[in-house]
């Protein structure tokens, strides 16, 4: 454990989170972890870990709904309806082939938009590694200083 309270295992630092009872009773929670705030979540006997603000427009997610579409558990973003599935961070539409008769709407993917954290247990604690694949995700825009002060400004909407 390094002097920040993180424990350090194979270069990726883990983050204490909460108690897994505490955050079982809330079902979701914000958490800055190294100037990142991330959402998570206690869904369907799972932990989930997402950034907080949707790739789009920086919606709150903290505020979404958490609906099944095509089988797969997604966060809607309470301004303009995004999906995003709470396991991978897949932006999700609906498309329909004018081509098709009958039309028949399909769920199709745009990639990955949300960026997703890992969340362990151990003896009763929860803890958080950050994704930190290379490259931008969409979701990386709302996490820069810029836009964390207009937030912290304006307050959660």
């Known amino acids: 454990m390094n002097s920040d309270g993180q424990i350090v295992a194979a270069s990726k630092p883990f983050h204490f989170l909460g108690k897994k009872e505490d955050i079982i009773q809330a079902e979701r929670v914000v958490k800055s972890v190294c100037e990142r ?15 907080a603000r949707c790739y789009h427009a ?8 958490i609906e099944e579409f ?10 303009h309806k995004y999906k995003m ?8 539409y609906q498309a329909v082939d004018p081509s098709v008769k009958p039309l028949k709407p399909t769920w199709c993917s745009k990639g990955v938009k949300q960026r ?13 590694t950050l994704n ?10 709302y996490q820069t200083e810029k836009y964390r002060d207009t937030f912290m400004k304006e307050g959660t909407k």
Request: overall charge negative; glycine content about 14%; charged content about 20%.
């Open 37 to 51: 705030d991330v959402l998570v979540l206690y869904h369907q006997g799972d932990f989930y870990a997402i950034d």
């Open 58 to 65: 920086g919606g709150p997610l903290h505020k979404g709904d």
């Open 70 to 79: 095509d089988g797969r558990s997604c966060i809607v973003c309470p301004w």
């Open 85 to 92: 599935t709470l396991a991978e961070g897949e932006g999700l």
């Open 116 to 128: 997703v954290h890992n969340v362990t247990e151990s003896n009763g604690d929860l803890f958080l």
């Open 132 to 141: 930190d694949s290379p490259g931008a995700i969409d979701s990386d825009h």
